[in-house]
């Protein structure tokens, strides 16, 4: 009897689905207010960065449904082709338009724009889950639990870094090596490939010279912003002043006054400076406590998923979310440079926002336990 692609609904991980669902809202809710001051200003629409997510978020949520009731075994045969198509996207970008120094976007006519990058993480995800789950048993074998991620890794980093997109390749590079060291990659060869990848990284900064000028602003901006404050430390310093101004409670919802074109970008890469305004300390222990407790649901899933496949997987992509949030909360606060990269479920971004829905759906489907 043929195996149905379709699966009933019952079996979801409901607490998994709640923490999804609430970080949706919650992320809607605090674009609404970070973005009406520069989406007035911009384009004279107070709602103009909120309404196309609204449309992104309804869009991911169907997605997500559906992922949620494939069986995701398919996976396993759409993992290089998805990887092959993601590679086709990040060389095709690199043909377009500069925006802030980058880029990152196809210009899709009558849709909007595209971020290669996304498609590859979650291109990487299926592929590594993928190569661990048939060779598990062989994983300490160099040919097999480095070398096929070391180049795959190596061919996405070195597209992404053309971008360039240094958040991007970090996060990249941080989703292969958790799923390499979860797989069973052997110490001495997981320990050689993360020097490799780090030589890797080193020799690229070298012979691009557009990419030493790029990192060794953000670096000397990271190190003293106030060295130029109206030029590459003026993004740092505006969220500083935000995060300081939401003391314990927050200045209340909406009440932003450093949305109002003081903090570049409010409603992407910086959000999370506003949330910490609008709603305090109290405000940014809730988003962090939220995605701290997705990354736990999720690893309690993937401790009970039916397989090594659908355990990897899970695996993957709640680390892909955690990650991608610890960073973005490290470069708002000035603890790292400022990579530019957005924060999960807030920033503003269409095609962020329905991968990683679809995403979770995936993660939803493994919950239901059936193989």
């Keep these: 009897m043929k195996k149905r692609i379709l699966r009933p609904l019952p079996g979801m991980d409901l607490p998994f689905l709640i923490l999804v669902l609430t970080l949706v809202g919650f992320g809607l809710v605090m674009l609404a207010s970070a973005s009406s001051a520069v989406a007035l200003y911009r384009r004279g629409d107070a709602w103009a960065y909120l309404r196309p997510q609204l449309l992104y978020a309804a869009l991911g949520l169907c997605g997500m449904w559906l992922a949620s009731r494939v069986d995701y075994h398919i996976f ?11 590679l086709i996207l990040l060389t095709a970008v690199l043909f377009m338009p500069e925006y802030n120094g980058c880029r990152r976007w196809l210009v899709i006519p009558g849709f909007g724009t595209l971020q290669p990058s996304e498609i590859a993480k979650f291109a990487v995800v299926l592929v590594f889950s993928h190569i661990i789950a048939l060779n598990h048993d062989r994983m300490k ?23 360039p997109h240094l958040s991007g390749t970090v996060l990249i590079l941080g989703i ?61 310093i505006q969220s500083l002043y935000a995060i300081g101004s939401g003391g314990a409670t927050g200045l209340g919802l909406g009440e932003s006054r450093q949305k109002h074109l003081f ?24 988003v962090v406590g939220l995605f701290v407790l997705l990354l736990c649901r999720g690893i309690t899933i993937a401790a009970h998923a039916p397989d090594r496949f659908g355990a990897l997987l899970v695996v993957g992509f709640v680390v892909q979310v955690a990650l991608q949030a610890v960073l973005n ?43």
């Excluded at 396993?76 to 993601?86: C, F, N, Q, R």
């Excluded at 160099?142 to 070195?158: D, E, I």
Aim: aromatic share 8%; with cysteine.
């Design 263 to 286: 903090v570049p970008e409010p409603q992407n890469d910086f959000i999370f400076s506003i949330v910490c305004e609008e709603l305090g300390f109290v405000g940014a222990c809730a």
């Design 176 to 236: 292969g090596a958790v799923l390499m060291f979860v797989g069973g990659t052997g110490l001495r060869w997981f320990l050689l490939a993360g020097a490799g990848g780090v030589g890797a990284i080193g020799a690229a900064v070298a012979v691009m010279p557009d990419l030493v000028p790029y990192a060794a602003d953000r670096l000397r901006s990271w190190l003293d912003p106030f060295a130029d404050p109206l030029g590459d430390g003026h993004q740092t």
């Design 141 to 163: 074998d160099f040919s097999v639990g480095v070398l096929p991620f070391a180049l795959v890794l190596g061919v996405v980093a070195a597209l992404m870094l053309l971008e």
């Design 76 to 86: 396993h045969k759409l993992a290089w082709p998805l990887l092959g198509l993601s």
């Design 329 to 371: 909360v490290a470069v708002v606060t000035n603890t790292i440079p400022n990579t530019g990269i957005s924060l999960p479920f807030f920033s503003s971004g269409g095609t962020s926002l329905m991968m990683l829905l679809g995403e979770m759906g995936v993660v939803l489907g493994v919950s239901r336990g059936e193989t």
